[in-house]
C-alpha cells in the first residue's frame, strides 16, 4: 500500500493537482510547466514534478537537454486495490462482530453450545 | 480517442457464523455500524433515508474526519439492502450518491454469505473530461479517509 499512500500524498498538494490537468492530455517540458505558474518558482515545480513522478503518477522523458512530462494512467489503478483492502479488513472486523453479536443472543437465550 | 468503459465492480464474499438477522443489523444500526465501518453514525434505514458515517482517516492524513453521506435506496431485512456511498467534504468534492453499494445476505449452514458489490468505481483510465478528472483525483482522497481506519 506504499505506492497508493504516494499517490494521495502527491495529489493532496493543489499545485501538484494542477500539473497533472496539464499534462493529462499533452506531454509537456518542464519549463511550459512552470511558465504556468506565476507564483511558483522553477525549483519548486521541479520538486513537485518529482514528487508526482515517484508516486507513479507521471512519466518523465528526456528529449536532448529537455525533460518531458505526462501523466501516467496507470498510476491510478491503485486505488481500486485499495478499496478492494479496505472492504476485505472491514468485512473481516464485521463477521468477527456479528458472530459475538450471534453468541450474544444466543446465550442470552440460555442456548449455549 | 478516448473510449469511456464502465469499471467492474468491487465484489466480495464473506461467511458469517451469524443469521441474517442478525449480520442485517450491522448496516442499518448506528451503534451496530460504529462496530466495524465507522466513527458515528446516523441511520434512517427506509428507502429514501439518510445514513451518515463519520470516517476517520489515517494518522498519516493528519486523524481528518471524512463525512460519508448514503441513502437507502432497497431495504429488504434479512436478505438485502443498496445504499449510495459518497462524501460531504468540498474538499473531496464527490457528490453524495456517486457510488452505489448493494449486500446481499443468504442463509447458509446456519449461518450466513454475504456479496457485497461496490459499484460506480472510478476508471483506472484518465477520463476524458476535467469533471471526470477532478472526479478521479477525489476519488483517491477519499480512499485516504478510508485508509488505516484503525490508525
Known amino acids: 500500500m506504499a505506492d497508493m499512500q504516494h499517490a494521495i500524498d502527491a495529489i493532496a498538494e493543489p499545485r501538484r493537482r494542477e500539473i497533472l490537468r496539464l499534462v493529462r492530455d499533452a506531454e509537456l517540458p518542464a519549463g511550459a510547466i512552470a511558465a504556468h505558474f506565476a507564483d511558483v518558482t522553477r525549483p519548486a515545480v521541479s520538486q513537485h514534478l518529482r514528487t508526482l513522478r515517484e508516486a507513479g503518477l507521471v512519466a518523465e522523458r528526456r528529449e536532448g537537454t529537455r525533460r518531458l512530462y505526462r501523466a501516467r494512467p496507470q498510476g491510478f489503478a491503485g486505488l481500486r486495490e485499495f478499496l478492494d483492502q479496505f472492504w476485505d479488513e472491514r468485512l473481516d472486523v464485521l463477521r468477527r462482530e456479528a458472530e459475538r453479536e450471534e453468541r450474544g443472543k444466543t446465550d442470552d437465550s440460555g442456548n449455549r453450545n | ?151
Open chain 2, 1 to 151: 480517442m478516448t473510449v469511456a468503459t464502465g469499471t467492474e465492480p468491487i465484489v466480495k464474499e464473506v461467511q458469517i457464523d451469524a443469521r441474517p438477522e442478525t449480520v442485517f443489523g450491522f448496516f442499518t444500526e448506528a451503534d451496530k455500524l460504529t462496530r466495524w465501518l465507522c466513527e458515528e453514525a446516523t441511520t434512517d434505514p427506509r428507502p429514501g433515508g439518510v445514513c451518515l458515517q463519520t470516517h476517520r482517516a489515517g494518522e498519516s492524513r493528519g486523524d481528518q474526519l471524512f463525512h460519508m453521506r448514503g441513502e437507502f435506496v432497497e431495504i429488504t431485512p434479512p436478505s438485502r439492502l443498496v445504499f449510495t456511498w459518497g462524501f460531504d467534504e468540498p474538499s473531496v468534492g464527490v457528490a453524495p450518491g456517486s457510488s452505489t453499494i448493494e449486500v446481499t445476505l443468504e442463509p447458509e449452514g446456519g449461518g450466513t454469505r454475504l456479496t457485497l458489490v461496490h459499484r460506480d468505481l472510478p476508471e483506472a483510465e484518465l477520463p476524458s473530461h476535467d469533471e471526470g478528472w477532478d472526479y478521479q483525483l477525489a476519488r483517491l482522497v477519499i480512499a485516504a479517509a478510508g485508509g488505516d481506519p484503525d490508525a
